[in-house]
């Protein structure tokens, strides 16, 4: 008489295998996706903090004159310095002090578009200075 064995099956099928290639596919694009995001924002972030930043050394310089009011060479060259992104400043930028007709507030707004953003996708940042008149109207000692 003979007894038959039965043979167990090991390994994995064909179809196993392509569902699991499958999955870690898409585990593996969506990871690359959130890379691709997270730099996206990272640059973002550089840039608004690059923004913040040259708007706060115009102010600088207006309060190391001791008013809003600078030479129009000082604001064209800061202005140059925005638009260049080689040196300091920000992508397709454009910077502009205005200073209002009182002459005690200038409002300094800095507008960039990301390389990539779509045609409209601006950004913008936008401060207002005030240097306040020596106290007692006279000047410092």
Known sequence: MKTRTLRRSRGLSMIEVLVAVVLISFGILG??????????????????????LLAGEIAATMWGENTVSLDEAVVEAWADRVADPAVTGLPNATGTVVVDAGGDVARVTI????PHAAEGEE?????DIVIPPPVGGGAAP
């Open 123 to 127: 950004n913008r940042y936008v401060t």
């Open 31 to 52: 990871l690359v996706s959130l890379q691709a995001r997270a730099v996206q924002v990272s640059v973002s972030a550089e840039d608004s903090q690059r923004a913040a």
């Open 111 to 114: 507008t960039w578009r990301a």
